[in-house]
């Protein structure tokens, strides 16, 4: 009895230290899966965002000059200059002669179609003016230097509400028109400014470091081995 006592209790230590080390075999290979699956999880989602974090500054430059449309707005608002110059040449006017108010009793008989005007301002307004004026009047983004472009857009969008498409007496349209040519030629003037302004958001000091040390970025790949 006493022989087979000492045997059972060493068959009872081995069976509980088998099952202590199994026991504990599984907890670390829980662990273990659990931090690959973590690590691979961790490296596919630093793959997805590495390059735009890389490209952050140009695609900041891209968002101002094309989405927002800034690269845009001198070609544009040329063309609404254009378009109401043309317009005025119809009337037998120039741009010169706008600031005179002499000759609105004179164009009665002058009809003119505005058509070619308001496409053209529809079409710039489409693809930068109206995009940009919004950024020139947001809370944040509209600061104080943009406030100036910010009020030459507004006007511009009023007085082009003012003009109707199609065929028109000149008597009746010509101050509108006069007013689109001087608005559209103190936006041009400001651009200088305005592309000043811009290049605060997309090349200040801390885009320019943040560009120069986005060679580093690859080094986030090891943070789950830290």
């Known amino acids: 009895?006493?022989?087979?006592?000492?045997?059972?209790?060493?068959?009872?230590?081995?069976?509980?230290?088998?099952?202590?080390d199994r026991h504990s075999m599984c907890i670390l290979s829980c662990?273990?899966?659990s931090f690959l699956a973590g690590c691979l999880l961790y490296t596919a989602g630093y793959l997805e965002v590495l390059r735009?974090?890389?490209?952050?500054?140009?695609?900041?430059?891209?968002?101002?000059?094309?989405v927002?449309?800034?690269?845009?707005?001198?070609?544009?608002?040329?063309?609404?200059?254009k378009a109401a110059s043309k317009t005025l040449q119809a009337c037998g006017l120039s741009a010169a002669q706008c600031t005179d108010t002499s000759w609105s009793w004179s164009l009665y008989a002058i009809t003119v179609d505005t058509l070619d005007l308001m496409r053209q301002l529809e079409t710039s307004f489409a693809r930068s003016l109206n995009s940009v004026r919004k950024t020139c009047n947001?809370?944040?983004?509209?600061?104080?230097a943009l406030l100036p472009i910010a009020e030459h857009l507004n006007g511009l969008a009023y007085v082009s509400s003012s003009i109707q498409a199609g065929t028109s007496t000149c008597s009746r349209i010509a101050q509108n028109v006069c007013s689109t040519y001087h608005t559209a030629g103190l936006i041009?003037?400001?651009?200088?400014?305005?592309?000043?302004?811009?290049s605060q958001f997309t090349n200040n000091e801390i885009l320019v470091s943040y560009a120069d040390n986005t060679q580093y970025l690859v080094l986030l790949h090891a943070l789950p081995y830290l």
């Open 1 to 20: 009895p006493i022989c087979m006592s000492a045997r059972a209790k060493v068959t009872n230590n081995a069976c509980g230290k088998f099952c202590t």
């Open 138 to 144: 947001d809370k944040y983004l509209g600061t104080q």
């Open 31 to 33: 662990k273990w899966s």
């Open 68 to 81: 927002l449309g800034f690269d845009w707005v001198e070609v544009d608002t040329w063309l609404v200059q």
């Open 188 to 198: 041009l003037e400001g651009m200088g400014e305005v592309h000043h302004e811009i």
């Open 52 to 66: 735009p974090l890389q490209e952050f500054p140009t695609n900041l430059k891209h968002g101002f000059g094309q």
